[in-house]
């Protein structure tokens, strides 16, 4: 594993809250927040209209109470877009990861942490692969595969392409020589 | 490769093998078995519903274009063994090649359902690493051509083993009459039986007061005078008696004869079923993890239950009897066992180590907060007074939450992880270090307070869970066995 672009990784996280943060672990490519809140955006947007609907509906069966179905759908997309949006800064704050040694390691989490590791020696095949949204951003998503796992066990969301195609030459090397 | 470029045809001198005729009826009985449910609903309905419904044109569709279906794959499906494969050629309009190396075979499974076993035929499953369920399926075949095609397959490459067929199979563990009927009587459905009663409670409804009546002047005939409260619970019962006695018999039948024996090549043998037969081979280093579990009532009888996960067993908890090794093993006996299972096992000189003090205060926070959340649903359901419920439910949550802490265990030993977990029913978890996967370290929020994770240890096969340890131990375990699966190297199915 070469450590070219180590530095102008390392540069788009805070760093997270410093726990798990080894010396040689990456963050994540900054434009990842970007998908992230989009898609925060999105879910704001079915979110706000469940709540017309739902409020439309409490109007007409409830015409006693002052209910503003407009006002109700307005507040839950705002809320939760602001709250999506904090999400996704601080998920990517968290996110550090590292082609280690031994193992390939990633720690993140806002309210649940998970910290994983894979033996290098199980990784059975890795897929990159990216959505039309991150094509447009420039950016690919790495899943690892082991034996026995219906699906991927550790998906990197959002590197470089060049960042990612170094993690599977770097995993097909290690591979090679066991 | 010849064989890549013209893969429809057999090498020379290797016959291609069909399925049994018989494949084309019993399929037409398994399609008609699986929609009787259906058929018998429609009609009822259609009953209740005051219209008669004709579920004949349905019934021979469906019937007509299972056999159709089912006599495409007989007549076209072949399969033989070449160069240490087992390859099977099946379609018509769009041919399917499917070549299965031999030594890539974890499990190879023979079952019988009782038409089965009427018509001497079997069904035969493959199961390799590659993920959950069966690989290959060949249904049905004839007893004897599965035999052989089994002894073939797990001879490895072509035939080699033949020569051991001599030897005689030893017997590991297997099951009298003594033993099923302990393990019937204590396979706990109470939950089961309660929810069948309840079932008929709501059945019978508003009749029931009439059929309590009923109850009662019978047994007054045979007792002299009975309250209509006696009536009830003599009827409740006579109810659950029955459900454990249909449990005893339903486990007599479904694990008679259940004997576990090792062969001379070292693969364990596993059978049992009165009715359904099952069959199959596991080889001890293909299990990924075992499992040593027992209930309450068990322990309090000194019995335990093991399992062995192998890789491509089907999904934890769909099927799992197919890796069941021993449903009822004396617990002076278990050490014994599971070294026979994993020879650098010795479960006598263990050393357990606990979880983190704060798994405590996790588990007080945890069962008080749902015992108090009960005591406010009760307060509204039936009155104030159900609040005095509080300091009982607190005392009973720290009670349950430092037995809780006592249970969790961990430890490495002999290059195994061994965990231990479950309240009521407890629950041994030994990984061999050399099959782990992968690992995780989880916080939840409450956890990151008292800074303690969960870690995950996976295998190809089913994981194990240790709650609560301090963040520190976790992060250094999860070190350790991340370094000792490198230092095993490559995942193969049969590395130890």
Sequence with gaps: MTDAGLESAEAGGDGGDGRGADEATRGLHPVVRVGWMLRAAVNALVLGSLAAFAGSGAAKRLPHLPLRPAAIALAVAAVALVLGILHAWRLFATWRWAVRPDDVFASYGVLWRTRRSIPRVRVQHVDVSSGPVDRALGIVHVSLHVAGALGPVLTIPGLAPAEAEQVREALLESARRH | ?496
């Design chain 2, 1 to 496: 490769m010849t064989q890549e470029e013209e893969p429809r045809l057999p090498a020379e001198g290797t016959e291609a093998q069909r399925l049994h005729p018989l494949t084309v009826l019993l399929e037409l009985v398994r399609i008609l078995g699986r929609v009787a449910w259906a058929l018998i609903l429609i009609v009822v309905v259609g009953y209740l519903g005051g219209r008669r419904t004709d579920a004949a044109p349905a019934l021979f569709l469906l019937a007509g274009s299972g056999v159709l279906v089912a006599l495409v794959r007989y007549l076209s499906l072949r399969y033989w063994i070449e160069e240490g494969r087992l390859v099977i050629r099946s379609g018509v309009v769009s041919q399917q090649l499917r070549t299965i190396p031999l030594d890539k075979i974890q499990n190879v499974e023979l079952r019988q359902s009782a038409i089965h076993q009427l018509a001497g035929v079997v069904d035969l499953r493959i199961e390799t690493a590659a993920g959950p369920g069966a690989e290959a399926h060949l249904a049905v075949l004839s007893r004897e051509a599965a035999e052989r095609l089994k002894s073939r397959l797990l001879a490895g490459r072509d035939g080699a083993g033949d020569a051991k067929v001599g030897a005689a199979p030893q017997v590991v563990w297997q099951a009298g009459t003594r033993q099923l009927l302990l393990l019937g009587a204590t396979s706990n459905r109470a939950g089961a039986i309660l929810g069948a009663v309840a079932g008929l409670l709501l059945f019978i409804g508003r009749e029931l007061p009439r059929y309590l009546e009923t109850i009662q002047r019978g047994l007054s005939g045979v007792a002299g005078t009975v309250s209509p409260l006696a009536a009830a619970g003599a009827s409740l019962a006579a109810l659950l008696l029955l459900g454990w006695l249909l449990a005893i018999g339903l486990t007599v039948v479904g694990y008679h004869g259940f004997r576990l024996t090792r062969e001379p090549d070292g693969r364990l043998r596993r059978s049992y079923g009165l009715v359904s037969r099952f069959e199959t081979v596991v080889a001890p280093a293909r299990i990924q993890l075992l499992r040593i579990e027992s209930s309450w009532l068990r322990r309090r009888l000194g019995f335990w239950e093991v399992k062995a996960h192998t890789a491509g067993s089907p999904l934890e908890g769909q099927g799992a009897s197919s890796s069941l090794l021993c449903p009822l093993l004396d617990g002076g006996d278990l050490a014994a066992f599971c070294q026979r299972l994993l020879p650098r096992l010795d479960l006598r000189g263990i050393e357990w180590r606990p979880v983190s003090r704060a798994a405590i205060r996790r588990g007080f926070i945890r069962y008080g907060a749902a015992g108090v959340a009960l005591c406010a649903l009760a307060a509204a359901a039936v009155g104030r007074w159900a609040w005095t419920g509080v300091p009982i439910v607190l005392a009973a949550s720290w009670l349950l939450a430092r037995h809780r802490y006592r249970v969790l265990a961990y430890t490495r030993h002999g290059g195994h992880l061994l965990v231990r977990t479950g309240l009521l029913r407890r629950r041994l978890t030994v990984i061999p270090e050399g099959k782990v996967q992968w690992l995780g370290m989880t916080e939840s929020p409450p956890q990151r307070r008292f800074g303690i994770a969960t870690l995950v240890v996976a295998t190809a096969s089913g994981a194990g869970r240790i709650p609560d340890m301090s963040e520190g131990e976790a992060a250094a375990l999860q070190a350790a066995l991340t370094a000792a699966a490198s230092t095993v190297g490559a995942w193969l199915p049969d590395a130890v």
